[in-house]
Nanobody
């Protein structure tokens, strides 16, 4: 199983970016999917999460600006980021809690490789 994140880049404050993360491999079912972010020397923090049924949760710092969504048919999670500020600069990681075809009763957490978002002032 692999998670491939994309969509990061350099933008100016106030602009938008959309991140994507596609899961591939022998997947039986994906439960929660999420985006985290990390800056140098800091811990990795939750940005937003979404359940298989579409229930969402956001960090206070991104509420009203970021929107998480998913396409279950494509095993893909998205993060629409609007009104970006320099404080949003970080490496963004996607995360999925899933069961594989071989181990259908065991939930395992997989991480994507990270995509850098840089917001200039």
């Amino acid at each position: 199983v692999q998670l491939q994140a994309s969509g990061g880049g350099l933008v100016q404050a106030g602009e938008s970016l959309r991140l994507s993360c596609a899961a591939s491999g022998s997947i039986y079912r994906i439960n929660d999917m999420a985006w985290y972010r990390q800056t140098p020397g800091e811990q990795r923090d939750l940005v937003a999460s979404i359940s298989n049924g579409g229930n969402t949760n956001y960090a206070d710092s991104v509420k009203g600006r970021f929107t998480i969504s998913r396409d279950n048919a494509k095993n893909t999670v998205y993060l629409q980021m609007n009104s970006l500020t320099p404080e949003d600069t970080a490496v963004y990681y996607c995360n999925a809690k899933l069961m594989t075809v071989v181990y259908q009763r065991r939930e395992v957490i997989y991480w994507g490789q990270g995509t850098l978002v840089t917001v200039s002032s």
